[in-house]
């Protein structure tokens, strides 16, 4: 496929397919066609004849090309099927471009500081696992580290002391960046205000621009309820202190932190009754620090 593509992206090779897919034509007839020298034309049907695109069959003193048709149906095959992959319902491009309209109508109303203060969102989600299980998967790193962040991105730094007062770090990088050589995707810093375990966790989050400043603040109540197959998860997510650089951010907190809940469904769905050991106990107050190793 790579020497096919390599034979098709040559302008004057484009010209010679489209010549031949008409009618088989000679060299000679070829060149004419095309304005250019018979000895380029040679070497231009040379390569895609190596490419499997055309056959050459010798009449007399004429060498006539003609297209062969199946390397061209075999390409549009795999351009067909890359086509669908990112068009399929519910992939990641559709979340790109959900979040490009999200996007552009945020800079429209960012004109001001404060633009954004008092935009609430609301996330429910019926989890697996009791209270006490969920409880560890919001306050301890190990187990936050596995799902506190949108598709396609990994947590590279993280600390959640959870205690009222506690420090709470949450930097993330492309999922793909293995050796951190990417720049930073996103990073927060914050402070715990309400630690009641099991029942109630609130905080406060400071999305951090590129150049360090705070894009806003964000008041996170998060409240479980038990019920007969596990928890109901409330979250209350609130905008104040909003800049005007913070469009970009605010346009991602839907999907991104949707994503990030539909993960946590997802691991606590495979493992309900997690005996997991993590590094800090919930409610300890220790500060644990979660840092990428690669």
Known sequence: MDALLTALADPARWRLVNLLAERPRSVGVLAQLAGARQPQTTKHLQTLERAGVVTCRRTGQRRVYAL????????????????????RAGGPRETYDRYGLSLHAERLAAEEPGWADGRTFGFHRSLAGRPELVWRHLTESSLLARWWTPDDLRVSELVFEARPGGRIVHEYRDAEDADGSDLVAGRAEGVVDDVRPGERLAYRLFPLLPGGGVAFTAHLDIGLRPTDTGTDLDVHYRIADSTVDSADFVAGIEIGFGQSLDKLAATLAANPHDATTATATAGSGHDTDTRSTK
């Open 68 to 87: 062969r048709s199946d390397a061209l149906r075999d390409l549009a095959t795999a351009l067909g099927r890359l086509a669908d992959a990112a068009d």
